[in-house]
Structures are given as structure tokens and as C-alpha cells.
């Protein structure tokens, strides 16, 4: 195997997923020659795995997680299930942005349709929207000059048209954003906001530390879901923008947690 070095350490832990699931079991000394690290670097990498259960640790390696492995779906295939809720959610969440803010738009189909919201405004001025995601850049487009838009950079991740570190990061960390609009695969009392990709939830938890108020947007299929990576606890978030049929339970919960909750209507 050719080295992969000077990966970050997430997306270094994507891949050796995925190759310990294609080949059913890795050793720490192929693992580490393949990514130029060091074993102790490795049997660090595979612990953290194997806690976060999508690996199980053996002795000299790791093999493939007993647990049935969350697929990822591509963007395309995601865009129109619950359409309509998340409009009414990217209708929801632009009505929250003001003329001569800054704001970080995350990646996923119901920040798409945050994007859609927000060109449809034709009140907003002088709005500059930061964006890790090519498809939502390009539907920004025709809100110039009323918008800036900056992408991030990054390396792409073809499935939702994102990009990723290295390099996603570094915008980021020099800007200082009104709001952040973050999505995510589950909001969860005791796990908090997470998500099913390890690179993605990165560079999310940078976007929310870069701004000024961090706003979950999830449609309600999401709650009371957890995944092995973590954004933030719910302690950490301003808010939650869901839809009005989301069951009221998890609603309840999560606002008894001290989360506050919009419910999003048509």
C-alpha cells in the first residue's frame, strides 16, 4: 500500500473503515505503513474506533463492526424525501438572517433549501454566506452582488458535494460569522447533535465555533437518532429548527434539556 500521510486525523479514520470493512480485518502494521504513522498513532486511531463501535478491536488489528453499517445516501437521493418539511425549514431558518450579516451555511438538503430561502428574499443586502458545500455556492450565485458568497476549499466528498479538510478548515478559522446553520444525521438528549461522517462533523464543529449563535436545522426523522460522530452536546447549540409534525416527545425532551425548538410550518 502507497502511504496516505499528512491526512487529518478524521478523515485518516474514515478511511481505515473502509478498508477494514472491505477487507473484513486490518493489522496495526498495515494500517500504519499504508498512512505513514506511527503503530501508536494507529492503535490510538483503531481504539477510538472501535469505542465509537464501528470497528471491533482484536489483538494486533481490527476487524469489521458487528453492527450493520449506516450507509451514507447521495445527495441526489436525499434532496426530495420530506421536501416540503424542509422548505418550511429553510423558510424558517432565512427568516432569521438580517441585511449585512455574516453567516455559514453548512452542507446537506435542508441547508440547500436555507439557500433557496435566502435568494428569495429580496429584502437581504450586503449578506455574505461562507459555504463548505459546491451545490449551494452555485444556487447562491444568483443572488450576486446582494450576497458575497466564499467556499471554503477543501477536499471534495463526492456523495454530498462537500468539501472537507484539509484545508475546509482554514477559512473558517479566521472568520467570525452572526449565525451558523448547521445540519446533521441526529439530535439526541444524552448523545447530542451528531452525524453519521467523520470529516463532515469536523468541520461542523468548526462552523459552529466560528459564529457568533450555532442553529441545528433537522428535519424530524432525525430526532432521538445518535451516530458515532459527535458535533456538539445539546448544551452547545442556540437552537433547533424542525418541522411541525416531528413527534412531540422528542420535541419535549429536548426542550426540557434546555434546547430551544422551532417548529417550522408551511
Known amino acids: 500500500m502507497a502511504a496516505e500521510t499528512l491526512l487529518p486525523a478524521a478523515v485518516r479514520r474514515e478511511r481505515i473503515v473502509a478498508i477494514v470493512e472491505q477487507q473484513g480485518f486490518a493489522r496495526v502494521t ?72 455574516a453567516i455559514v451555511l453548512d452542507v446537506g438538503t435542508t441547508t440547500t433549501a436555507i439557500a433557496t430561502a ?66 446533521c444525521s441526529g439530535v439526541d438528549v444524552n448523545a447530542g447533535v451528531t452525524n453519521i461522517n467523520l470529516p463532515e462533523a469536523d468541520v461542523k464543529r468548526r462552523m459552529l465555533a466560528a459564529a457568533a449563535r450555532g442553529i441545528v436545522v433537522a428535519d424530524g426523522t432525525k430526532l432521538g437518532l445518535a451516530y458515532h460522530s459527535r458535533i456538539a452536546p445539546i448544551s452547545e447549540i442556540d437552537g433547533l429548527i424542525t418541522n411541525a409534525g416531528a413527534d412531540d416527545r422528542a420535541v419535549e425532551k429536548l426542550e426540557r434539556a434546555g434546547l430551544a425548538v422551532t417548529l417550522a410550518t408551511s
Open 118 to 183: 435566502l435568494v428569495a428574499r429580496a429584502d437581504l443586502h450586503d449578506v455574505v454566506v461562507i459555504t463548505n458545500a459546491l451545490n449551494i455556492a452555485v444556487a447562491l450565485e444568483r443572488a450576486i452582488p446582494r450576497f458575497t458568497v466564499i467556499v471554503t476549499g477543501g477536499t471534495l466528498r463526492p456523495l454530498q458535494h462537500s468539501l472537507v479538510d484539509p484545508l475546509a478548515g482554514a477559512v473558517l478559522e479566521h472568520i467570525h460569522a452572526d449565525i451558523a446553520f448547521v445540519g
Open 30 to 101: 498495515e494500517l500504519s505503513d499504508h498512512f505513514g504513522i506511527s503503530e501508536v498513532t494507529m492503535r490510538a486511531d483503531l481504539d477510538a474506533l472501535a469505542k465509537a463501535s464501528v470497528v471491533q478491536r482484536i489483538h494486533g488489528g481490527a476487524i469489521a463492526s458487528a453492527h450493520q453499517p449506516v450507509v451514507e445516501q447521495p445527495f441526489e437521493e436525499t434532496l426530495l424525501a420530506g421536501s416540503g418539511e424542509k422548505r418550511a425549514i429553510g423558510q424558517a431558518a432565512a427568516s432569521l438572517v438580517e441585511s449585512g450579516q
